[in-house]
């Protein structure tokens, strides 16, 4: 079995457009939703075993706030900067290249590309709003599987619902 955790950012900072876009910070309530997700995620039965995020502020600074409600070590998240302006083509060759050890991760990056692959993974996820966790389970014991199988499972949720 395969966990599969998109994490889209969460709310980000405008107030100074001085600042290059990755170097964008996470506003408050963006850091209280990020929190309450890592609590709603600590609280299920699957829990990612790695975390992948992009380089970008607001992209680390969700997975690090996630990271620290569910017990994952802040210096264990792998940051690649394939998840930041990237494509459904190379998220999936992320996932791909996904060492068949592990049975759940967490990629948290950013729209539209996380909206799409949620989408092209489950036609259920036709948007992921700001915070929102898309999860996927499959029946497999190889990342290269996803995206050419189905989920056996799908849910999404975020700060909202």
Not at 126 to 149: L, N, Q, R, S
């Amino acid at each position: 079995m395969k966990t599969l955790f998109l994490v889209r950012h969460a709310k980000s900072s405008r107030d100074d457009p001085s600042l290059p876009d990755r170097e964008r910070p996470l506003n408050d309530r963006g850091r209280h939703d990020a929190a309450a997700m890592g609590k709603r995620m600590a609280g299920r039965k699957s829990k990612p075993r790695l975390i992948v995020s992009s380089p970008a502020v607001r992209a680390l600074t969700t997975a690090q706030l996630i990271a620290d409600q569910i017990g994952y070590a802040y210096q264990d998240i792998v940051i690649d900067d394939s998840l930041y302006a990237s494509s459904v083509v190379n998220l999936l060759a992320v996932v791909h290249a996904l060492d068949n050890e592990l049975d759940g991760v967490m990629l948290c990056g950013h729209n539209p590309e996380f909206t799409d692959l949620a989408h092209r993974l489950s036609g259920e996820i036709t948007d992921m709003p700001t915070c929102a966790v898309a999860e996927f389970h499959y029946d497999t014991k190889a990342w290269g599987h996803v995206g050419e199988i189905t989920p056996s499972k799908v849910t999404l949720y975020s700060p909202k619902t």
